[in-house]
């Protein structure tokens, strides 16, 4: 497997009431679960073998999921360097009451790093691009670890600053 789209996994899930919040809707962490999960097989199976959760780098909740639907995590590698990969997921429902079309709720960006036995980073496939759409998504990627970077380093100087005051 070394194309985004032989990646994909899909899981699916009735949502309970044991899942909601006080609203009465389902706990964002509940859903925050799912995506993670579902984003982990997708960066176990690229890896071959073990990869832990290094960054929720993103993640948007559009509109709430109600206990009785039919949850849909959808999850695809957009990006892999040496050792840390980012996977795409999107959230939608089937809602229990009504026939209509999957509604979007969530989206989300996570970032796995690869581990060895003994818990050190290993390198992963490298990604191979076919269709625009990989391109796009790849690229986007680029800009969002760009983005973590340079916080990380922003910080750090902030930090450092401080410190020398």
């Given at each position: 497997?070394?194309?985004?789209?032989?990646?994909?996994?899909?899981?699916?899930?009735?949502?309970?009431?044991?899942?909601?919040?006080?609203?009465?809707?389902?706990?964002g962490g509940n859903l925050m679960k799912a995506v993670d999960?579902?984003?982990?097989?997708?960066?176990?199976?690229?890896?071959?073998?073990?990869?832990?959760?290094?960054?929720?780098?993103?993640?948007?909740?559009?509109?709430?999921?109600?206990?009785?639907?039919?949850l849909h995590t959808s999850a695809q590698l957009n990006w892999?360097?040496?050792?840390?990969?980012?996977?795409?997921?999107?959230?939608?429902?089937?809602?229990?009451?009504?026939?209509?079309?999957?509604?979007?709720?969530?989206?989300?960006?996570?970032?796995?790093?690869?581990?060895?036995?003994?818990?050190?980073?290993?390198?992963?496939?490298?990604?191979?691009?076919?269709?625009?759409?990989?391109?796009?998504?790849?690229?986007?990627?680029?800009?969002?670890?760009e983005h973590r970077l340079a916080m990380r380093a922003a910080?750090?100087?902030?930090?450092?600053?401080?410190?020398?005051?």
């Amino acid at each position: 497997m070394t194309t985004p789209s032989e990646t994909n996994v899909q899981l699916s899930e009735i949502m309970r009431a044991t899942e909601a919040n006080l609203l009465g809707t389902v706990h964002g962490g509940n859903l925050m679960k799912a995506v993670d999960s579902t984003a982990g097989v997708v960066a176990n199976r690229y890896a071959g073998g073990p990869a832990v959760t290094a960054a929720l780098d993103e993640m948007s909740f559009l509109t709430p999921v109600r206990v009785g639907d039919i949850l849909h995590t959808s999850a695809q590698l957009n990006w892999a360097g040496r050792s840390s990969m980012e996977i795409g997921v999107r959230v939608e429902v089937d809602r229990w009451d009504s026939i209509t079309d999957r509604v979007h709720v969530a989206s989300a960006y996570l970032v796995f790093v690869a581990v060895d036995a003994d818990g050190k980073p290993k390198h992963v496939p490298t990604l191979e691009l076919e269709t625009p759409e990989e391109r796009r998504r790849f690229r986007e990627a680029e800009i969002r670890r760009e983005h973590r970077l340079a916080m990380r380093a922003a910080i750090a100087a902030s930090r450092e600053s401080e410190e020398n005051a």
